[in-house]
């Protein structure tokens, strides 16, 4: 309950799900900031999609989802090189590495790199409940599918087991394995395989670059709040869907974070 009356140039939002939109919601009513950062998932709750777009429809505001991937050099790299190619599908299998409080990073990825934000379809199979970092939020294994309306897909797997996932990127043409926690990447062309070491940025040296640029009145390269929303919702509305099957009863908060 406690009121501030200093103005910031930039307030980054790295709260849990569940109060995020609370604290984003008095930061733009009360003319705190008018440049924000918020951590993903943008939001648990159905309810608060609507209250997000009311905020964004009505109040000036410059705010930006921390989606790092497609701020990666080598997603920009990747992207670049395969601009002739068709991309058919984006798929990280692996184990124990958060599939739905990670997801929006690989959603958000497959969008930037397919210049769509349009969703045709989502499937989810829940397999089990895995423990989750923070009390009171809720983690699964599974299969997470999403189709977009250009033809393109998204594949998400996490199974039980110790922490790792492999990152694959199916062009027509070309294919990116790459495996972020070793920094390697294979890089699959024709009859030829090119095997490379990635550097993954740390996510304290990207901040840096992120307040550099929007304290310039520069874009950070990070998707826009508008945008990362439209990619949120079909996924949570599915989520919640399939919860309130498989507890038999209405869910509106899949408590994800």
Not at 71 to 76: E, G, H, L
Not at 201 to 225: A, C, D, E, H, R
Request: aromatic share 10%.
């Amino acid at each position: 309950n406690r009121v501030f009356y200093k103005k910031f140039d930039l307030v980054i939002i790295a709260t849990n799900s569940k109060i995020r939109f609370k604290i984003f919601n008095y930061l733009v009513k009360n003319n705190i900031s008018k440049n924000i950062i918020l951590e993903k998932v943008i939001y648990s709750n159905l309810n608060d999609y609507d209250k997000y777009m009311n905020i964004i429809n009505t109040m000036k505001i410059n705010c930006w989802v921390n989606c790092l991937n497609r701020v990666f050099p080598i997603s920009k790299e990747i992207k670049s090189k395969s601009k002739n190619y068709k991309l058919k599908k984006i798929t990280v299998i692996g184990k124990n590495w958060g599939l739905f409080c990670n997801f929006i990073h690989f959603l958000d990825l497959a969008s930037y790199l397919i210049d769509s934000r349009k969703i045709k379809n989502v499937k989810i199979n829940i397999e089990g409940v895995a423990k989750s970092k923070r009390a009171g939020f809720s983690e699964y294994f599974g299969k997470l599918n999403i189709d977009f309306e250009k033809g393109n897909s998204l594949m998400l797997i996490s199974k039980k087991g110790e922490t790792d996932y492999n990152l694959n990127i199916d062009y027509i043409k070309k294919s990116y394995h790459i495996n972020e926690i070793k920094s390697s990447m294979k890089i699959i062309s024709k009859n030829r395989i090119l095997n490379k070491k990635v550097t993954m940025p740390k996510v304290s040296n990207l901040t840096k670059v992120f307040v550099k640029k929007i304290l310039s009145n520069k874009s950070p390269g990070l998707v826009k709040l508008i945008d990362c929303l439209e990619l949120h919702q079909p996924v949570i509305k599915s989520l919640c869907e399939n919860l309130s099957v498989k507890y038999n009863k209405k869910i509106y908060d899949c408590k994800i974070t």
